[in-house]
């Protein structure tokens, strides 16, 4: 049979090294994966490159492999076949996805279509505090910036039309009312002026309720694993709630909620101000002052929303992302322009040397 065969390279000085040998379709896969910044390759036969490629890993996406590769808008367009491939084949209806909902954006999924399609919504819940100009603008730092492996992947399109009957009317009276300026009604056509889409996950907050012991364990740990990766590449989520994180099929944690995200070297770390008496404790409010780029890791614990004995498996392996010194330490090793070695493998397939 037919195995793949990648070798992982390494720059070591006046050296290149042979970090790992990868075999299995499942690591090829991570190389090659929708949270990766993708590989600039020039080639006249693009087609050709992915057809090879998707001989070694026939599960993923022609799509996915486009952009892998750099030829992003080729996968543009191979995704938007196999979305209308998928409606002429399928009587598939859209429906919320699964999880919380955001207060950003309205979420919705075609059950049996392995893509979530993200519309922004009019008006923004409290406490979000953005306006669209900067979600926008967000999502376009994650396209352009590297995704280190933890950023989800997504495609923008602009006037996509569905026949009204894939839409419950509930469904689509809700999104006509919260996201009238991408969404409108005519006849039997809806159309979506502007959404993104990006690969369907399992959110970590629903993933953590089902999976057993040990599963939940190692989610937790990458949970940790992602924001530190992250950091490293100069990106702070902002919001690091479960439900903004979710698994992969390879059990990789990573974050695809971007409304929030931001440079790393942008926020200002800071501890938090002890108390002056118990007013203080007791005032709805912060009585101190807090800038707009102000973060205090402190209150991460508050909102981490583990049951006790996955907290103690977090704040055991990550327990300094609690910390300031964590934080301003990682902003000064960016700012000296340390890269950071984050691997597209497992640490057990490196070679030692």
């Given amino acids: 049979r037919s ?10 000085g006046d050296r290149v090294v042979v970090d790992a040998a990868l075999l299995e379709e499942s690591d090829v896969s991570i190389v090659f994966g929708f949270t990766r910044s993708y590989f600039h390759v020039e ?11 998707s001989s070694l890993m026939p599960r993923k996406p022609i799509s996915e492999l486009y952009t892998a590769i750099g030829y992003n808008k080729h ?14 084949t399928l ?15 309205e979420v919705i999924v075609l059950p049996k279509f392995d893509v979530v399609f993200k519309i922004i919504r009019d008006a923004f819940e409290p406490p979000k505090s953005v306006t669209r100009r900067e979600v926008v603008e967000r999502y376009t730092l994650v396209f352009q ?21 894939r839409f419950p009317e509930p469904l689509l009276d809700e999104l006509a009312r919260t996201a009238s300026r991408s969404v409108a009604v005519d006849g039997d056509r809806v159309s979506i002026a502007h959404l993104y889409t990006e690969r369907r996950l399992v959110p970590l907050d629903l993933y953590l309720r089902h999976a057993d012991e040990r599963a939940a364990a190692e989610a937790v740990v990458d ?12 990106i702070f989520p902002g919001d690091t709630l479960l439900k903004n994180f979710g698994v992969t099929r390879h059990g990789r944690v990573v974050f695809y909620d971007y409304d929030e995200v931001r440079l790393l070297t942008d926020c200002a770390f800071r501890r938090l101000p002890e108390s002056r008496d118990t007013n203080d404790d007791l005032a709805a409010e912060p009585w101190f002052s807090v800038a707009e780029n102000d973060v205090f890791p402190e209150e991460f614990r508050s909102f981490l929303g583990l049951r006790p004995e996955l907290a103690r498996v977090f704040e ?20 000296a322009g340390e890269l950071a070695d984050i691997f597209a493998y497992k640490q057990s397939l490196r070679f030692r040397t």
């Fill in 75 to 88: 996968g543009k367009t191979a995704l938007y076949r196999a979305l209308a491939e998928h409606l002429e």
């Fill in 145 to 165: 910036h590297d995704r280190a492996g933890r950023l989800v992947d997504t495609q923008e399109f602009e006037h996509l039309t569905f026949d009204r009957r």
């Fill in 43 to 53: 080639t006249a036969r693009p087609r050709e490159v992915v057809g090879f490629l």
């Fill in 316 to 335: 055991e392996a990550h327990g300094d992302l609690f910390g300031v010194p964590f934080w301003t330490g990682m902003q000064e090793r960016v700012r």
């Fill in 223 to 234: 949970y940790g694993n992602a924001i530190k990766d992250l950091a490293a590449a100069n």
């Fill in 3 to 12: 195995v793949p065969l990648v070798l992982a390279l390494l720059a070591r």
């Fill in 91 to 105: 009587d598939d209806r859209f429906e919320r996805a699964p999880g919380a909902r955001g207060m950003v954006m």
